[in-house]
């Protein structure tokens, strides 16, 4: 069975500074994608980003960035000029890419954005 | 619609009652999917369902909890004989299609149930 570490349940950055939120992985599978999810208070699982295990080009989208490291099952998270709204738990979760499409979540890290 | 729905946002209720939990997926995902959170903690994952094709219901605790869902519709979660352990979040998904594209689950702000 694959699972999901997320090893800070808790992080903290000023304003307008860069923060890395960390994720490990275990699985036997060469197939797969992983996923960076946001949950502020309203509850609302928002998507951050996604990477492709066959790809070997991290992701990007705008300020948020992954450093995929496939041999080392490593998977985090920047955040650059860090914002007031980014403030949330972020989840970390896999899916196979065979059969079920579920994903398996870590259990989280608070991001707390000191102005 | 525009996202995921789900009713009631908050459920209350007596332990050794039953529970209905609704899901409305964006319109055209064929698969759903159901998942509780317990405070503090990740997402585990219930039950799967695509298309017409029978649910996958792994992740489903114990048989008091069931779901349905018609076609490629509206969900129901069901969770029978509550008992206290039961108090989460439950939150649900959907995408576009199963295959080995990974689309991206979308989901639906959640029903908080409280057993007391």
């Known amino acids: 069975a694959q699972t999901v570490t997320q090893s800070q349940p808790e992080m903290s950055v000023q304003e307008a500074e860069t923060v890395t939120l960390s994720c490990t992985y275990d699985?036997?599978?060469?197939?797969?994608?992983l996923f960076w999810y946001k949950q502020p208070p309203s509850r609302q699982m928002i998507l951050v980003i996604r990477?492709?295990?066959?790809?070997?080009q991290n992701a990007t989208e705008n300020r948020f960035s992954v450093n995929f490291q496939k041999a080392a099952k490593s998977f985090s998270l920047k955040i650059s000029d860090s914002q007031l709204g980014d403030a949330a738990m972020y989840f970390c979760?896999?899916?196979?890419?065979?059969?079920?499409?579920?994903?398996?979540f870590g259990t989280g890290t608070r991001l707390t954005i000191i102005p | 619609g525009a996202g995921v729905s789900q009713s009631p946002s908050n459920k209350v209720t007596e332990k050794g009652k039953d529970v209905e939990l609704r899901c409305d997926p964006i319109?055209?995902?064929?698969?759903l999917y159901w998942y509780r959170q317990r405070l503090g903690q990740g997402l585990e994952f219930l039950i799967y369902?695509?298309?017409?094709?029978?649910?996958?219901k792994s992740g489903l605790p114990s048989d008091r909890f069931s779901a349905e869902r018609t076609g490629e519709s509206v969900s129901t979660l069901t969770i029978q004989r509550t008992q206290q352990e039961d108090s989460a979040v439950y939150l649900c998904?959907?995408?576009?299609?199963?295959?080995?594209?990974?689309?991206?689950?979308?989901f639906g702000p959640g029903t908080r149930l409280l057993v007391l």
């Open positions: 998904a959907s995408s576009r299609t199963s295959g080995a594209l990974g689309e991206t689950q979308y």
């Open positions: 699985t036997s599978e060469s197939d797969y994608y």
């Open positions: 990477q492709e295990a066959y790809k070997q």
């Open positions: 979760a896999y899916r196979s890419g065979f059969g079920n499409e579920k994903l398996t």
């Open positions: 319109s055209g995902h064929t698969a």
């Open positions: 369902f695509q298309g017409n094709s029978a649910p996958d």
